[in-house]
């Protein structure tokens, strides 16, 4: 009797174990084996590092050079041994009393009501007698005439007073009124009711009382006017 080797059923065949996710050969289903695809993608990052860095290195190169700094320009310092000479300050009062040293001398100013506001033109006059330092040294009155509407007016012609007011006797420059003819004599002092006394009494005319004074206070040479009565 013959022996025959066995004969192998083709439904029992014998398998490598399969790792789960690899397929057979080492290959993952669908692709490449997995340390393939490891090395794959560290050579794509080198390569993006590698464009990245160049194009950096191309936009560096082609950047505008730096502009140049400004000049530095030295302003030299201010010679504090010979300060520029200051313009002195403006006089703070209606006059100065040395511009006023001459007995009849004058000067017009606006004084300026402290409570309406409202500006009166006035006269400073320089009396014959008296100190410079002194507010009996001048007279200060308002050249608007207390009733109506007239401008009085300093006239220290004494020609002008004969003729155009018809006061033959004058002596001395007086404050006129041109509106009614009426002087007022800068030397004399006059009694109004309620025992008031005022400069200016009344050499002819017919006006009822001389003008408004304004009284005055003297700080140093400066001369301020203070109220008007």
């Not at 050579?43 to 160049?54: I, K, M, N, S």
């Not at 009733?147 to 404050?175: I, W």
Request: glycine residues 10%; proline residues 14%; charged residues 20%.
């Amino acid at each position: 009797m013959t022996d025959q080797p066995p004969v192998q059923d083709e439904r029992f065949k014998a398998e490598m174990p399969q790792i789960p996710g690899i397929g057979p050969g080492g290959k993952r289903p669908g692709g490449l084996p997995a340390p393939v695809k490891v090395i794959g993608g560290l050579v794509a990052v080198v390569l993006v590092v590698v464009v990245f860095g160049g194009l950096i290195s191309r936009s560096r190169k082609n950047a505008a050079p730096p502009a140049d700094p400004l000049p530095q320009v030295e302003v030299p310092a201010p010679d504090l041994g010979n300060p520029p000479p200051q313009t002195p300050p403006p006089n703070r009062g209606i006059a100065n009393a040395d511009a006023l040293a001459k007995a009849w001398s004058s000067t017009q100013f606006d004084f300026r009501d402290p409570l309406s506001g409202e500006r009166t033109p006035s006269l400073l006059l320089r009396l014959p007698s008296g100190s410079t330092t002194q507010p009996t040294g001048y007279w200060a009155l308002s050249l608007k005439a207390p009733y109506g509407n007239c401008q009085l007016e300093f006239v220290s012609d004494l020609e002008k007073l004969k003729g155009d007011y018809g006061y033959r006797t004058a002596k001395h420059p007086m404050v006129g009124n041109p509106c009614s003819r009426t002087l007022f004599d800068p030397l004399k002092m006059t009694n109004l009711p309620g025992n008031i006394w005022v400069r200016g009494a009344i050499a002819q005319g017919s006006d009822l009382r001389p003008p408004l004074g304004i009284e005055i206070k003297i700080e140093g040479k400066d001369i301020f006017a203070v109220r008007m009565e």
